[in-house]
């Protein structure tokens, strides 16, 4: 391919393994670009040695502020432009809220959160002046409802989301989109190699946090999900001329957003129950 081929071109952070790995396979094997973004880009060897005329491998510690800008920048001049960016790089943290240390709490927060921030602006300027993109952060099923001991995890995940939602709004008069993953659990290296355990253990935490601990870690490798699939499912969002602003993946993260949909609806009408009427009455 020369270099006025006009396939997409997707910049993806976080590709070193799981579902930024898979999905930039996928989005190569459909004749896409791709500069792939990870923390030691050597991981990243063989895919820009497979398609090196389509991938290019940059070093990108999304936590390092003076990093993610002139990357982004250099990914846009690779090939001439950015048509997709995808925050995928993050990493779980779990224990119940007393038992984990200040400094995770804010390292989960500044690579989740802040790390996707930073590069969502820097690269909104180059998409802005396009007057097309589309922006796909990825979130969880945790932000969907959260569980005992991913209150961090679970929290960053929910600010990436309130934080796409008000770009969804102001991005949309230049012609771009933003689409939010949550997947449920997919077949990755996320339990055994993106999980970090809290920093102490309670005893009393052992029944609620200690207890979905355990069953996730009995999960690991059986992990109902795909993550070729999932990707695919991403390819198609970001191809439909109106994706959704959530995208769920998988039948365990649609169940259990059919169930929070109706939790909330109940939710709803208690609350209106106790308080039918908060404003000012008239006269």
């Not at 791709?34 to 990243?44: D, F, G, Y």
């Amino acid at each position: 391919m020369n270099e006025h081929n006009d396939s997409p071109v997707w910049f993806i952070t976080g590709c070193s393994s799981g579902l930024g790995r898979a999905l930039a396979r996928r989005v190569l094997a459909s004749g896409h670009r791709v500069v792939a973004t990870a923390r030691r880009p050597e991981t990243l060897a063989d895919l820009a040695g497979d398609h090196p005329e389509r991938c290019r491998a940059l070093a990108l510690d999304v936590t390092d502020v003076a990093q993610v800008g002139p990357v982004v920048a250099q990914a846009a001049a690779a090939f001439g432009r950015i048509d997709v960016v995808v925050n995928n790089a993050g990493y779980g943290v779990i224990g119940a809220l007393e038992e984990l240390g200040d400094e995770q709490i804010a390292r989960n927060f500044e690579t989740n959160f802040f790390g996707a921030v930073r590069v969502i602006r820097a690269a909104l300027p180059i998409l802005r002046a396009q007057r097309r993109g589309h922006f796909v952060n990825i979130s969880a099923a945790a932000a969907i409802a959260n569980y005992p001991g991913f209150s961090i995890y679970g929290a960053t995940k929910w600010a990436l989301e309130g934080v796409s939602e008000s770009l969804a709004a102001e991005v949309r008069p230049f012609g771009l989109k933003v689409t939010i993953v949550q997947p449920g659990p997919f077949r990755t290296e996320f339990v055994a190699r993106s999980l970090e355990r809290a920093a102490e253990r309670i005893a009393d935490y052992d029944p609620s946090s200690g207890k979905f601990l355990r069953l996730i870690e009995t999960m690991n490798g059986q992990q109902p999900g795909d993550p070729d699939k999932a990707a695919d499912a991403i390819i198609a969002a970001v191809a439909a001329p109106n994706p959704p602003l959530r995208l769920v993946l998988g039948k365990y993260a649609q169940d259990k957003a059919r169930r929070k949909l109706s939790a909330a609806t109940r939710e709803l009408d208690a609350s209106i129950a106790l308080a039918p009427a908060t404003e000012f009455t008239a006269g």
